[in-house]
Protein backbone atom coordinates (compact mmCIF):
# COMPACT_ATOMS: atom_id res chain seq x y z
CA UNK A 1 0.00 0.00 0.00
CA UNK A 2 2.76 2.50 0.55
CA UNK A 3 4.70 1.89 -2.49
CA UNK A 4 1.25 2.20 -4.48
CA UNK A 5 0.51 5.47 -2.48
CA UNK A 6 4.09 6.71 -3.62
CA UNK A 7 3.66 5.92 -7.33
CA UNK A 8 0.02 7.65 -7.28
CA UNK A 9 2.10 10.71 -5.26
CA UNK A 10 4.18 11.24 -8.39
CA UNK A 11 1.82 10.38 -10.80
CA UNK A 12 0.01 13.06 -9.86
CA UNK A 13 2.70 15.94 -10.05
CA UNK A 14 3.67 14.44 -13.74
CA UNK A 15 1.75 17.13 -15.25
CA UNK A 16 2.31 20.16 -12.36
CA UNK A 17 -0.19 22.37 -14.18
CA UNK A 18 -2.89 20.10 -14.68
CA UNK A 19 -2.87 19.06 -11.01
CA UNK A 20 -2.52 22.62 -9.84
CA UNK A 21 -5.40 24.09 -12.00
CA UNK A 22 -7.30 20.88 -10.60
CA UNK A 23 -6.53 21.71 -6.51
CA UNK A 24 -7.02 25.17 -7.44
CA UNK A 25 -10.51 24.52 -8.95
CA UNK A 26 -11.29 22.58 -5.55
CA UNK A 27 -10.36 25.11 -3.32
CA UNK A 28 -11.71 28.09 -4.98
CA UNK A 29 -15.23 25.72 -4.94
CA UNK A 30 -14.74 24.62 -1.23
CA UNK A 31 -13.70 28.52 0.01
CA UNK A 32 -16.40 30.05 -2.03
CA UNK A 33 -19.55 27.30 -0.84
CA UNK A 34 -18.13 27.27 2.73
CA UNK A 35 -18.43 31.20 2.40
CA UNK A 36 -22.04 31.14 1.08
CA UNK A 37 -23.30 28.89 3.57
CA UNK A 38 -20.98 30.41 6.40
CA UNK A 39 -23.49 33.52 5.27
CA UNK A 40 -26.75 31.89 4.96
CA UNK A 41 -26.51 30.36 8.90
CA UNK A 42 -25.28 33.32 10.06
CA UNK A 43 -28.06 34.91 8.92
CA UNK A 44 -30.46 32.46 10.55
CA UNK A 45 -28.45 32.15 13.74
CA UNK A 46 -28.63 35.77 13.84
CA UNK A 47 -32.57 35.78 13.19
CA UNK A 48 -33.07 33.26 15.73
CA UNK A 49 -31.13 35.29 18.08
CA UNK A 50 -32.94 38.31 17.64
CA UNK A 51 -36.39 36.65 17.49
CA UNK A 52 -35.68 35.38 20.93
CA UNK A 53 -34.00 37.73 22.78
CA UNK A 54 -35.66 40.81 21.36
CA UNK A 55 -38.99 39.66 20.55
CA UNK A 56 -40.57 36.22 22.10
CA UNK A 57 -38.23 34.80 24.47
CA UNK A 58 -37.60 31.65 25.11
CA UNK A 59 -40.51 30.63 27.06
CA UNK A 60 -44.16 32.50 27.20
CA UNK A 61 -46.87 31.87 30.26
CA UNK A 62 -50.11 32.76 29.95
CA UNK A 63 -53.72 32.30 30.95
CA UNK A 64 -55.37 29.28 28.84
CA UNK A 65 -58.29 32.13 27.60
CA UNK A 66 -55.62 34.89 27.10
CA UNK A 67 -54.04 32.36 24.34
CA UNK A 68 -57.62 32.42 22.59
CA UNK A 69 -58.36 35.95 23.43
CA UNK A 70 -55.69 38.50 23.53
CA UNK A 71 -57.97 40.48 26.11
CA UNK A 72 -56.83 42.42 29.31
CA UNK A 73 -59.63 40.85 31.03
CA UNK A 74 -57.55 37.10 31.34
CA UNK A 75 -55.12 37.75 33.28
CA UNK A 76 -52.22 35.75 35.07
CA UNK A 77 -53.45 35.91 38.72
CA UNK A 78 -50.45 37.15 41.25
CA UNK A 79 -48.32 37.50 38.03
CA UNK A 80 -45.79 39.61 39.62
CA UNK A 81 -45.21 36.99 42.27
CA UNK A 82 -44.98 33.99 39.70
CA UNK A 83 -42.29 37.01 37.57
CA UNK A 84 -40.12 36.72 40.52
CA UNK A 85 -40.27 33.40 41.54
CA UNK A 86 -39.01 32.63 38.30
CA UNK A 87 -36.63 35.11 38.19
CA UNK A 88 -34.89 33.46 41.32
CA UNK A 89 -34.66 29.88 39.00
CA UNK A 90 -31.01 29.58 38.19
CA UNK A 91 -31.19 28.64 34.75
CA UNK A 92 -33.19 31.62 34.08
CA UNK A 93 -31.35 34.59 32.74
CA UNK A 94 -34.51 36.93 33.23
CA UNK A 95 -38.17 37.22 33.56
CA UNK A 96 -40.52 40.50 32.78
CA UNK A 97 -44.15 40.38 33.59
CA UNK A 98 -45.93 41.98 30.77
CA UNK A 99 -49.71 43.32 29.80
CA UNK A 100 -50.38 42.32 26.54
CA UNK A 101 -53.64 43.27 24.67
CA UNK A 102 -55.14 44.15 21.02
CA UNK A 103 -56.38 47.47 20.13
CA UNK A 104 -55.28 50.71 18.05
CA UNK A 105 -53.50 53.17 17.26
CA UNK A 106 -54.61 56.40 15.48
CA UNK A 107 -53.01 59.75 14.53
CA UNK A 108 -54.95 62.73 12.63
CA UNK A 109 -53.88 60.57 9.21
CA UNK A 110 -54.50 56.94 9.65
CA UNK A 111 -55.99 53.97 12.22
CA UNK A 112 -54.18 50.97 12.67
CA UNK A 113 -54.85 47.38 14.53
CA UNK A 114 -51.83 46.72 16.66
CA UNK A 115 -50.70 44.51 19.69
CA UNK A 116 -49.91 46.88 22.83
CA UNK A 117 -47.79 45.71 24.94
CA UNK A 118 -47.24 47.11 28.58
CA UNK A 119 -44.10 46.49 30.37
CA UNK A 120 -41.58 47.43 33.14
CA UNK A 121 -38.49 49.34 31.49
CA UNK A 122 -35.93 47.99 33.63
CA UNK A 123 -37.13 44.49 33.80
CA UNK A 124 -37.81 44.28 29.93
CA UNK A 125 -34.64 45.27 29.13
CA UNK A 126 -32.73 42.42 30.70
CA UNK A 127 -35.39 40.11 29.12
CA UNK A 128 -34.82 41.60 25.63
CA UNK A 129 -32.79 44.65 25.35
CA UNK A 130 -35.17 46.42 23.42
CA UNK A 131 -33.85 49.73 24.42
CA UNK A 132 -30.91 48.90 21.75
CA UNK A 133 -33.39 48.99 19.12
CA UNK A 134 -34.40 52.61 19.50
CA UNK A 135 -33.30 54.32 16.38
CA UNK A 136 -34.52 57.61 17.16
CA UNK A 137 -35.75 59.05 20.91
CA UNK A 138 -35.38 57.20 24.29
CA UNK A 139 -36.84 54.03 25.83
CA UNK A 140 -38.88 55.14 28.49
CA UNK A 141 -37.05 57.61 29.95
CA UNK A 142 -39.03 60.99 30.03
CA UNK A 143 -42.12 61.77 32.69
CA UNK A 144 -44.27 63.96 30.96
CA UNK A 145 -48.16 65.22 31.23
CA UNK A 146 -48.72 62.30 28.60
CA UNK A 147 -47.65 58.52 29.07
CA UNK A 148 -45.33 57.35 26.29
CA UNK A 149 -45.40 55.30 23.72
CA UNK A 150 -42.60 53.74 22.16
CA UNK A 151 -43.75 52.62 18.05
CA UNK A 152 -41.85 51.28 15.06
CA UNK A 153 -40.04 53.78 11.75
CA UNK A 154 -42.63 50.94 9.82
CA UNK A 155 -45.68 52.64 11.96
CA UNK A 156 -44.45 55.59 12.42
CA UNK A 157 -44.23 56.41 8.96
CA UNK A 158 -47.28 55.31 8.08
CA UNK A 159 -48.87 56.89 10.79
CA UNK A 160 -46.85 60.22 9.68
CA UNK A 161 -45.87 60.83 13.10
CA UNK A 162 -42.40 61.61 14.71
CA UNK A 163 -40.92 62.22 18.25
CA UNK A 164 -43.34 64.13 20.53
CA UNK A 165 -46.55 63.51 18.06
CA UNK A 166 -49.80 62.60 19.81
CA UNK A 167 -50.88 59.57 18.62
CA UNK A 168 -54.20 58.11 20.04
CA UNK A 169 -54.33 54.19 21.75
CA UNK A 170 -57.40 52.29 21.89
CA UNK A 171 -58.01 48.98 23.93
CA UNK A 172 -60.38 47.38 26.06
CA UNK A 173 -60.65 47.29 29.66
CA UNK A 174 -60.62 44.53 32.43
CA UNK A 175 -64.41 44.24 32.34
CA UNK A 176 -64.56 44.64 28.63
CA UNK A 177 -65.30 47.93 27.83
CA UNK A 178 -63.76 50.32 25.11
CA UNK A 179 -61.02 52.75 26.03
CA UNK A 180 -59.17 55.36 24.23
CA UNK A 181 -56.24 57.77 25.50
CA UNK A 182 -53.37 60.05 24.45
CA UNK A 183 -50.09 59.10 24.12
CA UNK A 184 -46.88 60.79 23.25
CA UNK A 185 -44.33 59.17 20.80
CA UNK A 186 -40.91 59.15 23.24
CA UNK A 187 -39.11 56.48 20.82
CA UNK A 188 -39.08 55.05 17.95
CA UNK A 189 -37.42 51.46 17.54
CA UNK A 190 -36.20 49.19 14.45
CA UNK A 191 -35.95 45.62 14.42
CA UNK A 192 -38.45 44.45 11.07
CA UNK A 193 -41.01 45.90 8.76
CA UNK A 194 -43.78 43.24 10.15
CA UNK A 195 -42.34 44.24 14.04
CA UNK A 196 -42.08 47.83 13.25
CA UNK A 197 -46.16 47.56 11.84
CA UNK A 198 -47.44 45.80 14.79
CA UNK A 199 -45.91 46.08 18.21
CA UNK A 200 -46.41 49.47 20.14
CA UNK A 201 -44.42 49.95 23.78
CA UNK A 202 -46.15 51.66 26.50
CA UNK A 203 -45.08 51.49 30.22
CA UNK A 204 -47.04 48.60 32.00
CA UNK A 205 -48.11 51.28 35.39
CA UNK A 206 -49.87 53.78 32.43
CA UNK A 207 -51.94 51.16 30.71
CA UNK A 208 -52.52 49.38 34.08
CA UNK A 209 -54.05 52.32 35.34
CA UNK A 210 -56.32 52.81 32.46
CA UNK A 211 -57.39 48.99 32.15
CA UNK A 212 -58.16 49.09 36.14
CA UNK A 213 -55.67 46.50 37.56
CA UNK A 214 -52.47 48.09 38.83
CA UNK A 215 -50.81 44.89 39.37
CA UNK A 216 -52.11 42.87 35.69
CA UNK A 217 -49.86 40.83 34.43
CA UNK A 218 -51.28 39.21 30.75
CA UNK A 219 -47.90 37.86 29.55
CA UNK A 220 -44.35 36.45 31.31
CA UNK A 221 -41.46 36.05 29.19
CA UNK A 222 -38.46 33.95 30.04
CA UNK A 223 -35.02 34.28 29.27
CA UNK A 224 -32.42 31.22 29.70
CA UNK A 225 -28.86 31.32 30.18
CA UNK A 226 -28.85 28.64 27.90
CA UNK A 227 -30.42 28.18 24.75
CA UNK A 228 -30.26 24.12 24.84
CA UNK A 229 -32.18 24.02 28.13
CA UNK A 230 -35.69 25.68 26.57
CA UNK A 231 -37.40 22.08 26.13
CA UNK A 232 -36.30 21.12 30.32
CA UNK A 233 -37.24 24.45 32.06
CA UNK A 234 -40.61 24.81 29.60
CA UNK A 235 -41.62 20.62 31.59
CA UNK A 236 -40.81 22.52 35.33
CA UNK A 237 -42.98 25.50 34.63
CA UNK A 238 -45.59 23.37 33.31
CA UNK A 239 -45.50 21.44 36.01
CA UNK A 240 -44.96 24.06 38.81
CA UNK A 241 -47.72 26.48 37.21
CA UNK A 242 -50.25 23.98 36.34
CA UNK A 243 -53.49 26.08 35.53
CA UNK A 244 -51.05 28.84 33.04
CA UNK A 245 -50.33 27.70 29.46
CA UNK A 246 -46.19 27.15 29.39
CA UNK A 247 -44.81 27.43 25.97
CA UNK A 248 -41.44 27.59 24.37
CA UNK A 249 -40.27 29.20 21.78
CA UNK A 250 -40.39 26.15 18.89
CA UNK A 251 -43.79 26.43 20.08
CA UNK A 252 -44.43 30.31 19.28
CA UNK A 253 -42.80 30.45 16.57
CA UNK A 254 -43.17 26.76 14.62
CA UNK A 255 -41.75 28.83 11.82
CA UNK A 256 -38.36 29.80 13.28
CA UNK A 257 -38.06 25.91 14.05
CA UNK A 258 -38.66 25.10 10.60
CA UNK A 259 -35.92 28.09 9.41
CA UNK A 260 -33.56 26.45 11.70
CA UNK A 261 -33.76 22.72 10.74
CA UNK A 262 -34.11 23.35 7.08
CA UNK A 263 -30.87 25.45 7.15
CA UNK A 264 -28.92 23.21 9.00
CA UNK A 265 -30.07 20.34 6.92
CA UNK A 266 -29.85 21.97 3.59
CA UNK A 267 -26.02 23.48 3.84
CA UNK A 268 -24.56 20.32 3.29
CA UNK A 269 -26.46 19.98 0.23
CA UNK A 270 -24.79 23.36 -1.22
CA UNK A 271 -21.25 22.05 -0.88
CA UNK A 272 -22.25 18.71 -2.23
CA UNK A 273 -23.77 19.85 -5.51
CA UNK A 274 -20.51 22.28 -5.68
CA UNK A 275 -18.48 18.80 -5.02
CA UNK A 276 -20.26 17.37 -7.21
CA UNK A 277 -19.54 19.74 -10.29
CA UNK A 278 -15.91 19.86 -9.56
CA UNK A 279 -16.37 15.88 -9.26
CA UNK A 280 -16.91 15.50 -13.28
CA UNK A 281 -12.98 17.97 -13.69
CA UNK A 282 -11.69 15.32 -11.62
CA UNK A 283 -12.98 12.35 -13.81
CA UNK A 284 -12.08 14.05 -16.93
CA UNK A 285 -8.22 15.27 -15.57
CA UNK A 286 -8.00 11.80 -14.16
CA UNK A 287 -9.51 9.88 -17.30
CA UNK A 288 -6.65 12.16 -19.34
CA UNK A 289 -4.00 11.01 -16.92
CA UNK A 290 -4.82 7.43 -18.20
CA UNK A 291 -4.70 8.29 -22.23
CA UNK A 292 -0.95 9.51 -21.75
CA UNK A 293 0.10 6.47 -19.54
CA UNK A 294 -1.53 3.90 -21.67
CA UNK A 295 1.63 2.48 -23.20
CA UNK A 296 2.68 2.78 -18.96
CA UNK A 297 -0.14 0.84 -17.95
CA UNK A 298 0.40 -1.94 -20.45
CA UNK A 299 3.66 -2.33 -18.84
CA UNK A 300 3.01 -2.76 -15.34
CA UNK A 301 -0.06 -5.04 -16.20
CA UNK A 302 2.34 -7.07 -18.75
CA UNK A 303 5.16 -7.81 -15.73
CA UNK A 304 2.13 -9.42 -13.76
CA UNK A 305 0.89 -6.14 -11.72
CA UNK A 306 -2.50 -7.32 -10.45
CA UNK A 307 -5.63 -5.03 -11.78
CA UNK A 308 -6.41 -4.46 -8.41
CA UNK A 309 -3.52 -2.64 -7.91
CA UNK A 310 -3.90 -0.61 -10.67
CA UNK A 311 -7.66 0.08 -10.31
CA UNK A 312 -6.67 1.22 -6.46
CA UNK A 313 -3.38 3.23 -7.81
CA UNK A 314 -5.72 5.20 -9.82
CA UNK A 315 -8.27 5.54 -6.60
CA UNK A 316 -5.66 6.73 -4.89
CA UNK A 317 -4.18 9.28 -7.63
CA UNK A 318 -7.44 10.90 -7.21
CA UNK A 319 -8.26 10.54 -3.74
CA UNK A 320 -4.63 12.42 -2.99
CA UNK A 321 -5.28 15.15 -5.91
CA UNK A 322 -8.63 15.78 -4.06
CA UNK A 323 -7.33 15.90 -0.38
CA UNK A 324 -4.77 18.13 -0.82
CA UNK A 325 -7.23 20.83 -2.45
CA UNK A 326 -9.50 19.98 0.03
CA UNK A 327 -7.17 20.40 2.91
CA UNK A 328 -5.90 23.76 1.83
CA UNK A 329 -9.85 24.47 0.65
CA UNK A 330 -11.23 23.62 4.39
CA UNK A 331 -8.08 25.90 5.83
CA UNK A 332 -8.94 28.87 3.88
CA UNK A 333 -12.02 28.65 4.76
CA UNK A 334 -11.67 28.37 8.56
CA UNK A 335 -9.24 31.59 8.98
CA UNK A 336 -12.11 33.30 6.44
CA UNK A 337 -14.81 32.30 8.28
CA UNK A 338 -12.98 33.22 11.56
CA UNK A 339 -11.66 36.35 10.80
CA UNK A 340 -15.51 37.60 9.24
CA UNK A 341 -17.00 36.62 12.44
CA UNK A 342 -14.70 39.46 14.33
CA UNK A 343 -15.37 42.01 11.59
CA UNK A 344 -18.72 40.99 10.01
CA UNK A 345 -20.20 40.86 6.59
CA UNK A 346 -22.48 44.65 5.73
CA UNK A 347 -25.02 43.26 2.96
CA UNK A 348 -26.40 46.34 2.65
CA UNK A 349 -25.03 47.13 -0.93
CA UNK A 350 -26.05 44.02 -2.08
CA UNK A 351 -30.18 44.01 -0.72
CA UNK A 352 -29.10 44.63 2.63
CA UNK A 353 -32.85 46.63 2.99
CA UNK A 354 -34.98 43.64 1.68
CA UNK A 355 -32.60 41.68 4.26
CA UNK A 356 -34.04 44.21 6.50
CA UNK A 357 -37.74 44.08 5.52
CA UNK A 358 -37.82 40.11 6.43
CA UNK A 359 -36.67 40.32 9.58
CA UNK A 360 -32.49 40.10 9.13
CA UNK A 361 -29.80 42.28 9.68
CA UNK A 362 -28.24 43.83 6.89
CA UNK A 363 -24.77 43.18 8.93
CA UNK A 364 -24.07 39.36 9.04
CA UNK A 365 -21.35 37.35 11.13
CA UNK A 366 -21.13 34.23 9.32
CA UNK A 367 -21.35 31.20 11.42
CA UNK A 368 -19.97 27.51 10.67
CA UNK A 369 -19.52 24.26 13.32
CA UNK A 370 -16.41 22.42 13.33
CA UNK A 371 -18.62 19.19 12.68
CA UNK A 372 -19.41 20.84 9.08
CA UNK A 373 -15.71 20.65 7.93
CA UNK A 374 -15.35 17.12 8.84
CA UNK A 375 -18.49 16.73 6.91
CA UNK A 376 -17.16 18.36 3.75
CA UNK A 377 -14.57 16.51 4.24
CA UNK A 378 -15.99 13.44 4.13
CA UNK A 379 -17.66 14.43 0.87
CA UNK A 380 -14.49 15.33 -1.30
CA UNK A 381 -13.18 11.72 -0.22
CA UNK A 382 -16.68 10.20 -1.23
CA UNK A 383 -16.69 12.71 -4.62
CA UNK A 384 -12.77 11.75 -4.96
CA UNK A 385 -13.65 8.12 -5.15
CA UNK A 386 -17.03 8.47 -7.46
CA UNK A 387 -15.44 10.50 -10.08
CA UNK A 388 -11.82 8.12 -9.92
CA UNK A 389 -14.59 4.65 -10.50
CA UNK A 390 -14.48 5.18 -14.15
CA UNK A 391 -11.25 5.78 -14.93
CA UNK A 392 -9.98 3.10 -12.83
CA UNK A 393 -12.17 0.54 -14.86
CA UNK A 394 -10.99 1.82 -18.30
CA UNK A 395 -7.38 1.55 -16.63
CA UNK A 396 -7.63 -2.48 -15.53
CA UNK A 397 -9.32 -2.76 -18.91
CA UNK A 398 -6.61 -2.44 -21.16
CA UNK A 399 -5.18 -4.91 -23.17
CA UNK A 400 -1.27 -4.96 -22.31
CA UNK A 401 -0.21 -6.28 -25.70
CA UNK A 402 -1.83 -3.15 -27.33
CA UNK A 403 -0.92 -0.97 -24.59
CA UNK A 404 2.47 -1.21 -24.66
CA UNK A 405 2.33 -0.48 -28.34
CA UNK A 406 1.08 2.43 -28.28
CA UNK A 407 3.21 5.95 -28.20
Known amino acids: MRTLIKIAWRNIWRNTSRSVILILAIVFGLVGGNFIVSIYLGLIQQNFRDTIERQISHIQIHDPDFVKDNEAQYRIADGLRIVEEINRHPDVKSAAGRTVMHGMAASPHLSTGNRIVGVHPDREIQTTGFDRQIEEGTYFKEEGRLPSVVI ?64 AVTEIAVLLHDNDAFKRITDELEYTYAGLTVRSWDQLAPDLRFQLEVGEQSVIWIIAIILFGVAFGILNSILMSIFERTRELGMLLSIGMKKIKVFGMVIIETVLLSLTGGAIGLVLSFGLVKLLQQRGVDLSAIGGENLRELGFSPFVYPELAAAFYFQVAILVVFFAVISSIYPAIKAIRLVPAEAVRQE
Open 152 to 215: GRELAGKLRSDIGSRIVLTFMDIHGEMISSSFRIEGIYAIGKGYEERMVFVRAHDINELIGDQN
